[in-house]
């Protein structure tokens, strides 16, 4: 009996080493796979016209850089914006000066490993970056001024796991180009095979997080989105309660690429109170 004993608790002892080393493995491949840092470049908001300060906080220990550009003159609005993967706060310069003409105050930041923000890419360092941003974000903000938060694809993902966790709560959220969950998304991208995703942990389960938003949300995404499907967003949307609106012709990263009236009005009206709360 002895014997049977030991070698069965044996068999356990290695199956769990074996399930536990699966899970590292997957979690490190998600992560090396998926999230790709860029260095930063010399583009700055004051190139597209918005008045800006070079910021420094911390996250953890960990020094982030971040653009700040405060609301023009009677102006009542600000956005903190998320980024997406393989971007820096100079890919967000021209973004910034659109919003600045358009009545609006912003911030973006680099997550840890992002641009020249220290330490390692890791999503856990992401949603604490998102939450240290947005306490700098709403220290600089004049009173009154609504706060809200913006995120575009990694981004998006990032704001709605921080979002329950804002203090204070923001006055609106916006997402562009959102995926249900991490996990999904990188099994669909290829970058993660799907044998691992019931081993992993939750990462980033946006459509879950999206049914405990602390304030109202608004969900653009582009029908030609060639990364997440339309799905992916009216699922989110749905979570939420929220207003889905289907940006047509537009592709993954366009209202970063190229920052238009056709790509963002929606958000400028939602951020500054005019419509969908």
Request: with cysteine; aromatic share 10%.
């Amino acid at each position: 009996m002895r014997s049977r004993f030991f070698r069965v608790s044996i068999a356990l002892a290695l199956s769990l080493a074996s399930l536990v080393g699966a899970r590292i493995y997957a979690a490190h491949r998600l992560q090396t796979r998926t999230l790709h840092a860029r260095p930063q470049s010399s583009k700055t908001p004051l190139q597209y016209g918005a008045p800006y300060q070079e910021l420094s906080f911390s996250s953890e220990g960990r020094r982030l850089q971040a653009f700040y550009v405060a609301p023009p003159a009677g102006s009542r609005a600000s956005l903190l914006l998320f980024h997406g993967n393989d971007e820096s706060i100079a890919s967000w310069a021209p973004v910034q000066g659109y919003l600045y003409a358009h009545g609006l105050g912003s911030m973006v930041f680099d997550y840890s490993g992002f641009g020249r923000s220290e330490g390692a890419l890791t999503l856990d360092h992401a949603a604490a970056d998102g939450l240290a941003a947005w306490s700098e974000f709403k220290s600089r903000l004049p009173a009154g001024t609504r706060a809200c938060a913006y995120g575009l694809s990694l981004g998006t993902g990032v704001l709605l796991e921080d979002a329950a966790k804002f203090a204070p709560p923001p006055d609106g959220l916006i997402v562009y180009g959102s995926f249900t969950s991490a996990l999904g998304a990188g099994a669909r991208m290829h970058q993660l095979p799907a044998w691992a995703v019931p081993l992993l942990p939750d990462a980033l389960e946006s459509e879950k997080n999206a049914a405990h938003l602390p304030a109202p949300l608004l969900v653009l995404h582009g029908e030609r989105d060639e990364k997440f499907p339309l799905e992916d967003g009216r699922a989110i949307a749905a979570a939420a309660h929220a207003r889905f609106v289907a940006l047509p012709g537009f592709t993954h990263a366009q209202p970063l690429l190229h920052p238009d009236d056709a790509g963002w009005l929606e958000a400028v009206a939602f951020a500054r109170g005019e419509q969908g709360n």
